[in-house]
């Protein structure tokens, strides 16, 4: 693993686990709300070789903040493109009940790109920010309503220097989500 994509992931998981603390001792779940956060991965996509996860956190009576990391490796016709990512998303839900029902949300953050030839000699690296939009839905399930499960779409904007990386990476690609996680 490149230096760099160890850096954004170690970066990532601390996000993540500064983003489950507690942002005041006195919040409350808002009405309807079982659960203030839901950690979730998308395990149907790695079949696709992309791994994403999210924490998701109550803050309003109508948003979420969440913090995802995503790594995908696009292999096309021999020559490779990997990419991995952190994003801060900002999702509203109109309903008034965070974690479940339609949202709709924008994200801001970071991606490396490496980039490969077809004999796997490197063709370039690159770093810079992202931004992206997405629309979802999500379900909290069982008894207790601690199981998550969303999905939603999406497109995101890489903002690099294509003359860093190989001329086929993409820079700007839809986006899709189908989670299941834990809600606490």
């Known amino acids: 693993m490149h230096p760099s994509f160890r850096t954004i992931a170690?970066?990532?998981l601390a996000a993540l686990g500064l983003a489950a603390l507690p942002l005041d001792a006195q919040q409350d779940t808002p009405v309807g709300v079982p659960h203030n956060h839901v950690l979730s991965i998308q395990?149907?996509?790695?079949?696709?070789?992309?791994?994403?996860?999210?924490?998701?956190?109550?803050?309003?009576?109508s948003a979420t903040l969440g913090i995802g990391a995503t790594?995908?490796?696009?292999?096309?016709?021999g020559a490779d493109a990997s990419y991995?990512?952190?994003?801060?998303?900002?999702?509203?839900?109109?309903?008034?009940?965070p974690l479940a029902g339609f949202s709709f949300g924008v994200s801001v953050g970071f991606t490396?790109?490496?980039?490969?030839?077809?004999?796997?000699?490197?063709?370039?690296e690159a770093t810079g920010p992202t931004v992206g939009t997405m629309i979802e839905y999500g379900w909290l399930l069982?008894?207790?309503?601690?199981f998550y499960i969303g999905m939603g779409l999406g497109a995101k904007a890489l903002f690099i220097d294509e003359d860093e990386v190989d001329e086929d990476v993409t820079l700007?690609?839809?986006?899709?989500?189908?989670?299941?996680?834990?809600?606490?």
Do not use: C, H
């Not at 999210?54 to 309003?60: F, H, K, N, S, Y």
């Open 43 to 61: 395990p149907l996509s790695a079949v696709f070789t992309v791994y994403a996860g999210e924490l998701e956190r109550v803050i309003g009576q």
């Open 71 to 77: 790594y995908w490796s696009d292999d096309d016709d």
């Open 84 to 97: 991995l990512s952190s994003d801060l998303k900002l999702r509203y839900y109109p309903s008034g009940t």
């Open 112 to 124: 490396r790109v490496e980039s490969e030839d077809d004999a796997g000699v490197s063709t370039g």
């Open 142 to 146: 069982n008894a207790s309503r601690s």
């Open 10 to 12: 170690l970066g990532s």
């Open 172 to 184: 700007r690609y839809p986006t899709a989500r189908l989670s299941v996680g834990f809600a606490f």
